[in-house]
């Protein structure tokens, strides 16, 4: 298995949001596809949704620490015709790592490609994300919680205000089966995510 790569950067107002009924939660994949000689012939970002997207989406991934959430800006979801999970896992079929790791998220019913938005707007983990990627001998992956909207702090709690929703987020790991659960409550409404979390080494 390849490791999983840990943030170091420390990282709230959101700038906005796109969904007509309140932030939308999701799952950020960045996953390296490798060839036989394990060396990365590409680099993938997906949206995991529990809800379909109606416009251009920027998201922002909530990576948890001691006080709270590392802000990781940004990724954005521009094409909103949701991709075929397993024609993508069959595409790239060659890496068993890859089509494990797509296949763990649970309670999502879209997937989508998504890119990191415009470099000005990086924080400083999407710039080792970056410099990571220009190696092809790394094979780290990077998964995140992440919500609709652009984070105007770099550390937030894990209760939040968006765009007037109240919004918790709870990871709850289960060490017995080796995932991580994604619990979001915003304003009430229960969103629950979870995948497979790769041990750091």
């Given at each position: 298995?390849?490791?999983?790569?840990?943030?170091?950067?420390?990282?709230g107002?959101?700038?906005?949001?796109?969904?007509?009924?309140?932030?939308?939660?999701?799952i950020?994949?960045?996953?390296p596809?490798?060839?036989?000689?394990?060396?990365a012939?590409a680099?993938?970002?997906?949206?995991?949704?529990e809800?379909?997207?109606?416009?251009?989406?920027?998201?922002?991934a909530?990576?948890d620490?001691?006080?709270?959430?590392k802000?990781?800006?940004?990724?954005?979801?521009?094409n909103?015709t949701?991709?075929?999970?397993?024609?993508?896992?069959?595409?790239?079929?060659?890496?068993?790592?890859?089509?494990?790791?797509?296949?763990?998220v649970?309670?999502?019913?879209?997937?989508?490609?998504?890119?990191?938005?415009?470099?000005?707007?990086?924080?400083p983990?999407l710039?080792?994300?970056a410099?990571?990627?220009?190696?092809?001998?790394?094979?780290?992956?990077?998964?995140?919680p992440?919500i609709?909207g652009?984070m105007?702090?770099?550390?937030?709690?894990?209760?939040?205000?968006?765009?007037?929703?109240?919004?918790?987020?709870k990871?709850?790991?289960?060490?017995?089966?080796?995932?991580?659960?994604?619990?979001?409550?915003?304003?009430n409404?229960?969103?629950?995510?979870?995948?497979?979390?790769?041990?750091?080494e």
């Open positions: 298995m390849k490791k999983l790569f840990t943030l170091l950067f420390l990282s107002v959101f700038a906005g949001c796109s969904a007509d009924s309140g932030p939308v939660a999701g950020w994949k960045h996953l596809v490798a060839n036989s000689a394990q060396k012939v680099r993938t970002n997906y949206i995991f949704t809800q379909a997207l109606t416009e251009k989406t920027v998201f922002s909530l990576q620490n001691t006080n709270g959430y802000v990781v800006c940004c990724v954005e979801v521009v909103l949701p991709v075929d999970l397993k024609a993508v896992t069959s595409k790239y079929k060659g890496d068993p790592d890859f089509v494990e790791a797509m296949g763990s649970k309670g999502a019913r879209f997937v989508y490609e998504a890119q990191p938005v415009a470099k000005k707007d990086w924080s983990e710039v080792t994300i410099a990571i990627d220009a190696n092809p001998d790394d094979l780290s992956p990077f998964s995140a992440v609709s652009k105007a702090k770099r550390q937030i709690a894990s209760n939040f205000d968006v765009g007037g929703k109240k919004v918790q987020l990871n709850v790991r289960d060490k017995v089966k080796g995932t991580v659960t994604y619990q979001f409550t915003i304003d409404r229960m969103v629950r995510l979870s995948e497979q979390e790769e041990p750091a």
